[in-house]
């Protein structure tokens, strides 16, 4: 045998190739091996080049900070005030109901528009202001009463609460003959008689000391077990913990 077939086979490209030479056998394994080694090197340079380019992934977009969507910050409550009492809107001769929805459930009040109308009126305008959503009952005590109605006592722990704010004014003076009982609703007098524009208590029991004073305007019909459940809390206590939120109120009525 003078001659010798020297074959290559190589990968390139996903292609499989074949070369086949036919060389003189004295010349064949030096040449045939030179063409191998040149070959493989090639192959891979070249299948190294591809990879790279195969496992280059295109550039993903990426936001740049600036473009994150930031949700917009809560603006701070702002307490409402009003430069006198409402005119009178309801009618004293309807029936008017107020359900104050609380973080402990919702407490129903009969409203005395016929008995009471200037602290209903001002009740129903208040509430349907939206005056009272977000309170708290600033000053609840066991057995006692249970008060809110300050636009400064909020949920809010970074708002201080006054105790004996009201919402720019005071009410007219109006009485009534109804008595202080447990479960009846009232508003609030400072020290000097004033009854106050916004401020008004449940009773937690019968009071017949306030005869004569804190114009009672409702009683509570439903839900005095939550009027009882809520949180202990001293008006003037700084320290104190914001009491139980009044999350809205509604008004069932003409």
Known sequence: VHTLLCTLTFFFNDTVTTEIYTLPLHDALPICLVIMVTAVAAGAIMSQNLGSTRN???????????????PPEAEPRQVKTYDAEPEMTIDPAGHYTAIIRTEKGPIRIELFADKA??????FVFL?????YDGLTFHFVRPGLVAQAGDPTCTADPGVTCIGNYGP???LSPET??????A????????STGNISGSQFFIALRDMPELQGHNIVFGRVVEGMDVVESLTPREWNDASAAPGDKILWVTIEGP
């Open 168 to 170: 720019g004014y005071t």
């Open 183 to 190: 479960g009846t609703v009232a508003m609030a007098e400072d």
């Open 56 to 70: 280059t992934a295109a550039p993903t977009a990426t936001p740049a900070e600036d473009e994150t969507e930031t």
């Open 176 to 181: 009534d003959d109804e008595e202080h009982l």
């Open 127 to 131: 509430a349907r202001e939206g005056f």
């Open 117 to 122: 109308p200037r602290a209903v009126n001002n």
